[in-house]
């Protein structure tokens, strides 16, 4: 019974969280969710307290959905510049992906829940961080390395990297255009060169 469940739970959140990320918390209509699932709203929230828990649990399904592939690629990688060059690789086609999906999860999610649903804003700001702060562990572990210079500031060029893919990302989707994104990528590649132990 319990497996059956935990295989029920995983069906439903793979057949709502497209539909959060197209339409977000405020746009999905509890017929959505029975529609999409199948299943009645008792069934649905026999398997989550409510929408919002639905919500925050199909918003980390669309991340991993869009993070995995990158994580794969990392893993492949020996040094941590290796591990960043591929980010920006992966980001340049980024665009295409996104607009697969129906939009970046994170700036999806971030844009609906901020100042009307707390606990989901909570949920994206904790994933941002996380983001965040593996790109300022890389630029670390490149210093360590011997690849990266050894006088940069890590934490603050991290924060500038991850901001420069979430705008790039934003300008992208918002014009329609992923030269917004790959020419964001040329930038962030530049920069990183600068900053690279000749």
Same mark, same amino acid.
């Given at each position: 019974?319990?497996?059956?469940?935990?295989?029920?739970?995983?069906?439903?959140?793979?057949?709502?969280?497209?539909?959060?990320?197209?339409?977000?918390?405020? +746009?999905?209509?509890?017929?959505?969710?029975?529609?999409?699932?199948?299943?009645?709203? +008792?069934?649905?929230?026999?398997?989550?307290?409510?929408?919002?828990?639905?919500?925050?649990?199909?918003?980390?399904? %669309?991340?991993?959905?869009?993070?995995?592939?990158?994580?794969?690629?990392?893993?492949?990688?020996?040094?941590?510049?290796?591990?960043?060059?591929?980010?920006?690789?992966?980001?340049?086609?980024?665009?295409?992906? &996104?607009?697969?999906?129906? +939009?970046?999860?994170?700036?999806?999610?971030?844009?609906?829940?901020? %100042?009307?649903?707390?606990?989901?804003?909570?949920? &994206?700001?904790?994933?941002?961080?996380?983001?965040?702060?593996?790109?300022?562990?890389?630029?670390?572990?490149?210093?360590?390395?011997?690849?990266?210079?050894?006088?940069?500031?890590?934490?603050?060029? +991290?924060?500038?990297?991850?901001?420069?893919?979430?705008?790039? &990302?934003?300008?992208? &989707?918002?014009?329609?255009?992923?030269?917004?994104?790959?020419?964001?990528?040329?930038?962030?590649?530049?920069?990183?060169?600068?900053?690279?132990?000749?």
């Amino acid at each position: 019974m319990q497996r059956d469940s935990t295989i029920t739970h995983a069906l439903i959140l793979e057949k709502v969280a497209p539909i959060f990320n197209k339409k977000g918390y405020s +746009g999905t209509t509890l017929s959505d969710l029975t529609e999409a699932s199948g299943l009645t709203k +008792g069934a649905l929230y026999f398997h989550f307290r409510n929408k919002q828990d639905l919500a925050i649990q199909a918003f980390r399904i %669309n991340v991993k959905r869009m993070i995995n592939p990158l994580t794969v690629k990392m893993q492949e990688c020996n040094t941590a510049l290796e591990k960043l060059q591929t980010m920006i690789s992966y980001y340049r086609g980024y665009y295409e992906l &996104v607009e697969k999906e129906g +939009g970046c999860p994170v700036l999806n999610m971030g844009t609906d829940a901020n %100042n009307n649903n707390p606990e989901l804003f909570e949920a &994206v700001k904790a994933l941002i961080i996380k983001l965040e702060t593996g790109i300022i562990e890389l630029l670390m572990s490149g210093i360590a390395e011997g690849g990266i210079k050894q006088d940069i500031d890590a934490v603050a060029f +991290g924060k500038n990297i991850y901001c420069m893919i979430e705008g790039g &990302v934003f300008m992208a &989707v918002t014009h329609k255009d992923g030269s917004y994104l790959t020419n964001m990528m040329d930038l962030i590649e530049s920069l990183l060169r600068e900053k690279m132990s000749s």
